[in-house]
Nanobody, 117 residues
């Protein structure tokens, strides 16, 4: 059974930092590239890809987060992380992890990140 469980979200002030985590089933983690996605609360806002990391460690980032966010993976713990620095109010969203590209069957509950003073 595939499970992706996100955690670590919260409320942070603009300019602050936060790290979110995703614990993945071994069968997913060992065979797929992984990604972090987010969906902002605005009506009609689509879920967007934030960052990806290949099994070998190659990373890619959306232009909106490049230089501020860092994706990493701990293969021993089957966990993917997203370190978010210099956070902006427009980073407010529910953050999800999934394979990259995403598998519709793997979406979890996500973790809420709110950037506000």
């Amino acid at each position: 059974q595939v499970q992706l469980v996100e955690s670590g979200g919260g409320l942070v002030q603009p300019g602050g930092s936060l790290r979110v985590s995703c614990a993945a089933s071994e069968m997913v983690f060992n065979y797929y590239d992984m990604g972090w996605y987010r969906q902002a609360p605005a009506p009609g806002k689509q879920r967007e890809l934030v960052a990806t990391i290949a099994s070998g460690g190659t990373t890619h980032y959306a232009d909106s987060v490049k230089g501020r966010f860092t994706i990493s993976r701990d293969n021993a713990k089957n966990t993917v992380y997203l370190q978010m620095n210099s956070l902006k109010p427009e980073d407010t969203a529910v953050y999800y992890c999934n394979t990259a590209p995403a598998n519709l069957a793997y979406w979890g509950q996500g973790t809420q990140v709110t950037v506000s003073s």
